[in-house]
């Protein structure tokens, strides 16, 4: 019998990826675990425009007339802020969920741009603090690695507390990628798979962490700035306790925030979009007049100059990249296309890293996969992509008329949905109604 | 002999003072008075000396030491020694939760009880407790050995990696994957060391071993309750 | 997210010290808790068969003898009362039901902080130095007192959202944490005609107990039925008449320190609070086990001591 295809209807609720998935698990008995970020629709940048030159507002010409990207976090505490050239920053990823060359690639990348990268879950390599100029440490709650040392050597220290991808989540690495010197950086036996605690082992509420800052403090000699990191859920009350505890920096990450290895269920069900969180955020920062006195890096799903610009906009001070750095670097390019299909995806599709036999080369430990790619080769895609994004940032700062990308601000912009309004708390385009004020 | 007074010189200073200190430094023999409850007293060290602190201390007394051996005489906060790489830290009286939280190296000794968490995510210290501990201690333990005296409280060793428990008392409860091992020469000799390293005075024979049955270390359907 | 202090005095030759002692126990907590602070101070019993309801209003010259002359008036009983700073001590010998009535139809912005025999509550946004002062706790006397430093976590600053929380006649609760189902629960006291009047998580286990009592449950088992409903993370201590309890959650990652000499009891979330206190040194100290409920009465200590 041959099939009239007009009959032919797949159910929304169970289209074939759901069908697939129910049967996997009931095939497997375990959650999916993959990497990368959500991939479902989500308002976001997107729907945000900005509104440019007028007849009341005149742009900047390109090049002569400057507009300047500079950026200081961490001036309210720390002896020695830090000086960013451009407002994009690497976000944290560990050695152990990328490789060695990755992390020196990014490393060399951000130094060529005058910004910082940001260690992981694994700890500091030598490699990245020699390849980057300017490293973020972060402490976990893992503590893979940790050691006074290495915070002596960072130029600023993270508290993570939780990240876009996972909040309420610890870090995971699949036995596959955990090496001997993965295994030997984290205390760990080799090839077992890594449970992680998703509380900080020694705080627990804002009231210990402003103990913990203090102590992080006094062994680094009130030097650095200290950063708080945090998945955005409850953001509005998170900010306002990152600057009552005493941080210099806090760093949002949304929803769409990558990983290299946890939960389905937690990278698509948990935490809410960058888009109403960079807001809530900057709103708390106001209520407590510490716009600007306590910086705000934005991330999660930045992937061009408008939406660095549009972040701005809102009110961070800077944003960083994860998965779009990875994208620069190659992940998910059409090349090796049969080493996508052996892990049965496809360029353009794949969400792999967890299986350490990334196809091109990044998120893995495998020498042979890491060849793929070359550091300094590496460092150059992430140096032209961040170029990239600071120009196409700037054109879009000079055509609103502003000499500094900090004089962006949320009257630039119109939104395109009622979402997107509502979340921004922008206009929506043609009206003056942000629906829920 | 050097003295350092808290209800004289603000912590900054006092710490400031020990934390510059190097390796070869003439006065190996320092003294903290008035702690009062501080917090962070005594962390970032690196020169190998001898403190003592004079009373009871706050949260993270002794924070991520190297090579300093360091005294308590009274009680500990929370964090006692936490992340510790070298050296020593002893309290001679209680400590409160997370002690030797974790800690890479060196050697944590408590004359009194700690309460909850002891030893939690420890990477490589050794902790020797004379009193008891509280519950969820050893959680997540990686390496290195907990010695307790006296009894453990539930959840011992929850989710525990290659870390060894030696308890002489009564253990509430095991936590996740964590079970009792076999006591042979070996292990009696690596606690008499460790007693004898803690000096403290008891009988290896009277201990019990505890330690992962590796049972999560890759996911299988089957343990799947222990989640 | 909060610092607490407990002060309970065995030596009735500290008493007029309590306020004083209590003030250094509140300031320093103050790193842990800057947005507002308040004490519960347990003094001055009120004569047979009267009341004491402390009574707050947000005006700070609010005409409080024409409120207590109205209310004796009205109530045709009589009235006493003591003003501090914007709170109000008024003694009646009308019942504490009616009192509360007759306030609640005149004049529906003034709120009943607590109401008893001997407790007294102070409470208002501020750094704990300055709310002390305010209401001149230094000179205070009594008996024992419970104090709260907060760090608003989810609801907003306000003298209404701070701690002590009343949980009946001469009872109160402050809290030290987090609690994750507080929503459900709130709303399931308000059905039950247990009066909450903000978001705040603390207020609504400070309900759950007023609601237990109110059931014929006793403080241990409405502390016991406290520990299995609440879920999240708290370190409680409820005044009570004659003296007050603690109890930790199981999972007790929000701290608690006990310290006890001959002359007195004290509880804080972190040790330098009791460090100063007279005789510190030598006082036994030790931290209460998850899940227990400790408590001190006039006639000495009760159950969980034996752990």
């Not at chain 1, 008995?29 to 509104?51: M, S």
């Not at chain 3, 609440?230 to 409680?236: E, K, N, P, Q």
Request: proline share 4%; aromatic share 6%; charged share 20%.
């Amino acid at each position: 019998m041959t099939v009239d295809p007009r009959t032919l209807r797949s159910s929304s609720s169970f289209p074939p990826h759901v069908i697939a998935e129910i049967q996997r698990a009931a095939d497997q008995g375990l959650y999916e675990i993959r990497g990368f970020g959500a991939k479902r629709a989500l308002p976001t940048f997107d729907d945000l425009v900005f509104l440019g030159a007028s007849t009341s507002r005149y742009p900047l010409e390109g090049y002569r007339e400057k507009c300047e990207t500079k950026v200081v976090l961490g001036s309210r505490f720390a002896k020695n802020p830090i000086e960013l050239k451009i407002p994009i920053t690497i976000a944290g990823m560990s050695f152990g969920a990328l490789g060695a060359n990755a992390k020196e690639a990014l490393g060399r990348a951000a130094t060529a741009m005058g910004t910082t990268t940001t260690t992981g879950d694994g700890g500091m390599t030598p490699e990245e603090r020699e390849s980057s100029k300017t490293l973020v440490y972060q402490l976990l709650p893992s503590r893979y690695g940790m050691n006074p040392d290495d915070l002596r050597k960072a130029d600023a220290i993270e508290v993570v507390i939780g990240q876009g991808a996972k909040p309420g989540g610890g870090g995971m690495l699949l036995g596959q990628k955990i090496t001997e010197r993965v295994a030997g950086m984290r205390t760990l036996p080799e090839g077992i798979d890594q449970r992680s605690a998703c509380r900080q082992p020694d705080w627990t509420g804002p009231d210990d962490l402003e103990i913990k800052i203090h102590e992080l403090r006094e062994i680094t000699g009130w030097r650095v700035p200290i950063y708080i990191k945090i998945g955005a859920t409850r953001v509005t009350y998170d900010v306002q306790l990152a600057v009552k505890a005493g941080a210099d920096v806090i760093v949002l990450d949304g929803m769409q925030g990558g990983t290299a290895a946890t939960q389905d269920v937690f990278i698509e069900h948990v935490g809410i979009p960058t888009l109403p969180a960079v807001r809530q955020a900057v709103e708390a920062l106001q209520g407590l007049d510490m716009h600007r006195e306590v910086q705000l890096i934005v991330s999660g799903g930045i992937r061009s100059g408008a939406d660095v610009a549009k972040a701005l906009a809102l009110g961070a001070d800077a944003v960083a990249i994860g998965s779009a750095a990875m994208v620069a670097l190659g992940c998910n390019k059409p090349v090796f296309e049969e080493d996508y299909r052996a892990l049965g995806t496809e360029p353009g599709c794949c969400h792999h890293c967890h299986t350490g036999r990334c196809p091109v080369g990044i998120t893995t430990q495998d020498p042979e996969l890491e060849q793929r790619l070359p550091p300094d080769h590496g460092a150059r895609l992430v140096r032209n992509y961040l170029s990239t994004m600071v120009l196409e940032l700037q054109t879009l700062a000079r055509a609103c008329g502003k000499s500094h990308v900090h004089n962006l601000e949320p009257e630039d912009l119109a939104a395109l949905t009622i979402e997107a309004a509502a979340m921004a708390g922008v206009p929506l385009a043609g009206t003056h109604w942000v629906p829920g004020r | 002999m050097a003295r350092l007074d808290l209800a004289e010189m603000s912590l900054r200073e006092v710490n400031g003072e020990l934390q510059a200190l190097e390796a070869g430094v003439n006065d190996l023999d320092w003294r903290v008075a008035n702690p009062q409850g501080a917090h962070a007293v005594a962390v970032g060290l690196t020169a190998p000396i001898r403190l003592t602190i004079e009373g009871h201390v706050g949260f993270y007394c002794g924070g991520m030491n190297q090579n300093a051996e360091i005294k308590v005489e009274g009680h500990a906060g929370p964090g006692l020694a936490e992340n510790m790489m070298s050296g020593s830290v002893r309290v001679a009286g209680n400590a409160s939760q997370m002690a030797g939280a974790t800690g890479h190296g060196g050697l944590l000794v408590v004359e009194g009880d700690t309460s909850s968490r002891c030893g939690i995510s420890m990477k490589g210290i050794d902790i020797v407790v004379k009193g008891s501990v509280g519950h969820m201690s050893a959680f997540m333990a990686q390496k290195g050995h907990l010695v307790v005296c006296g009894d453990a409280g539930r959840d011992l060793g929850d989710s525990i990696y290659e870390a060894i428990l030696f308890i002489r008392g009564k253990v509430e409860s095991l936590g996740a994957d964590c079970v009792e091992k076999d006591m042979a020469p070996a292990h009696r000799e690596v606690l008499a060391g460790l007693l004898a390293e803690a000096g403290v005075d008891a009988d290896p024979s009277e201990f019990r071993r505890y330690g992962s049955a590796r049972k999560l270390y890759n996911f299988n359907i089957d343990h799947a309750d222990q989640y | 997210m909060c610092g607490i202090v407990g002060l309970y005095l065995k030596d009735d030759a500290l008493q007029p010290e309590l306020g004083r002692r209590l003030t250094s126990m509140l300031i320093e907590m103050t790193d842990r808790g800057p947005d507002s602070a308040g004490f519960a101070v347990y003094r001055n019993g009120a004569p047979q068969g009267w009341s004491k309801l402390t009574l707050y209003h947000p005006e700070p010259t609010y005409d409080w003898d024409a409120l207590g002359q109205g209310l004796a008036a009205a109530l045709e009983t009589e009235c006493d009362g003591v003003r501090r700073a914007s709170h109000f001590v008024l003694m009646t010998a009308a019942s504490a039901e009616a009192a509360r009535r007759w306030i609640g139809e005149h004049d529906g912005d003034v709120r009943v902080m607590s109401v008893g025999e001997a407790i007294e509550i102070y409470k208002e946004t501020g750094l704990p130095k300055e709310v002390a002062a305010r209401f001149g706790l230094e000179t205070i006397s009594g008996t024992h007192a419970i104090g709260h430093t907060r760090l608003a976590t989810e609801s907003a600053v306000t003298t209404e959202h701070s701690h002590p929380f009343s949980t009946g006649r001469d009872l109160c609760l402050v809290h030290n944490g987090s609690l994750s189902n507080h929503n459900r629960l709130r709303a399931w006291l308000r059905r039950r005609g247990v009066e909450i009047q903000t978001d705040n998580d603390s207020e609504v286990a400070a309900g759950y107990l007023t609601y237990r009592l109110r059931e014929g449950a006793s403080l241990e088992e409405a502390l016991e039925a406290a520990i299995k409903d609440l879920d999240g993370f708290f370190t409680f201590a409820v005044g009570t008449r004659n003296g007050f309890a603690v109890v930790r959650d199981p999972i007790a990652c929000k701290h608690a320190v006990l310290a006890e000499t001959d002359q007195w009891v004290a509880m804080a979330t972190e040790y330098r609070a009791i460090a100063k206190l007279p005789g510190a040194e030598a006082a036994r100290i030790w931290e209460p086990v998850p899940g227990e409920i400790y408590s001190w009465e006039r006639t000495g200590m009760n159950a969980g001591e034996t752990h």
